[in-house]
């Protein structure tokens, strides 16, 4: 669908652009913080007693406040495509559902990569584990965006085959499941 900028704005609403602006841009302060405070001395000394540093700490911390923001947005993001597409309610609800997902798949991944430093000493010799761990929380995410993509597939290809051949003009080598 094509969408001219009055259309997206009331489509869309003034609060929820100010919401997802200030959560973009409060992700940008937060990683220019973070930068900031790797150039602060001893940010790499070891927390006492630990064999994790500070600059790890503050990182992990940084990492759960970006993956509670990521799970937090994942629907409001299913909302936008929502709101957004025009088309056959199975194909939107499935790509939506799909925006979703991949929202929280990012979530896992960030989390995997942020919490790396606090865990790799804990796990010292284990880190499969650690990857195990992970592994398991994405792979079922993983398999709902592969459903997800599958259910839509024909809906698609139909709504695909309506836009450039035209409503109602079916191939009559194909029964009603757009199969031989």
Do not use: C
Request: no cysteine.
């Amino acid at each position: 669908m094509n969408l001219d900028s009055t259309t997206l704005r009331k489509a869309i609403g003034r609060n929820e652009v100010r919401s997802a602006s200030k959560l973009l841009l409060s992700a940008v302060a937060l990683v220019f913080v973070l930068y900031l405070a790797t150039l602060l001395p001893g940010i790499d000394r070891l927390v006492p007693q630990t064999p994790v540093t500070f600059a790890a700490v503050v990182t992990a911390i940084a990492t759960v406040v970006v993956v509670g923001l990521l799970v937090y947005t994942a629907p409001k993001f299913a909302s936008v495509v929502r709101l957004v597409l025009d088309g056959p309610k199975d194909v939107v609800e499935n790509l939506a559902s799909v925006v979703h997902w991949l929202v929280v798949l990012v979530a896992v991944i960030v989390a995997h990569s942020g919490l790396t430093g606090i865990s790799a000493p804990v796990f010292d010799g284990f880190e499969w584990l650690y990857d195990g761990i992970f592994l398991l929380l994405a792979l079922p995410v993983l398999a709902v965006i592969a459903a997800r993509l599958y259910a839509g597939l024909d809906p698609s290809a139909d709504l695909i085959a309506d836009a450039i051949v035209g409503d109602g003009e079916k191939d009559p080598n194909t029964e009603g499941d757009g199969t031989r």
